[in-house]
Nanobody, 126 residues
Framework: QLQLVESGGGLVQPGGSLRLSCAAS????????IGWFRQAPGKEREWVSC????????NYVDSVKGRFTISRDSAKNTVYLQMNSLKPEDTAVYYC???????????????????WGQGTQVTVSS
């Protein structure tokens, strides 16, 4: 089976940092673009960031630019989201997803993604 498993979420104070991991199994993540999405209770799922299959293209939603960094490690079949200067507005369940058509670019649309993880909770609060 093809799986994506997120980890690294937790409770952090405003201004703090977390690193989320998205570990792929059953397929080679290097052939897929990977996106990160988040969803707070009562809100629509929001695209946060993505990275192309090559790793040479990365994109971010405006609200996290300069604070979040997406990266991938092909040897570990894992994609990371480093989150710095966290704000209460970042509180959400964070999901990673894989897109088989992301050779050169990556998409901000959830409809382009084929596989999804179960999510990891991030809570930013004092």
């Amino acid at each position: 089976q093809l799986q994506l498993v997120e980890s690294g979420g937790g409770l952090v104070q405003p201004g703090g940092s977390l690193r989320l991991s998205c570990a792929a199994s059953g397929f080679t993540a290097g052939y897929y673009a990977i996106g990160w999405f988040r969803q707070a209770p009562g809100k629509e799922r929001e695209w946060v960031s993505c990275i192309s299959s090559s790793g040479r293209t990365t994109n971010y939603v405006d609200s996290v630019k300069g604070r979040f960094t997406i990266s991938r490690d092909s040897a570990k079949n894992t994609v990371y989201l480093q989150m710095n200067s966290l704000k209460p507005e970042d509180t959400a369940v964070y999901y990673c997803a894989a897109d088989s058509s992301g050779n050169y670019y990556c998409s901000d649309s959830p409809y382009d993604y084929d596989y999804w993880g179960q999510g990891t909770q991030v809570t930013v609060s004092s």
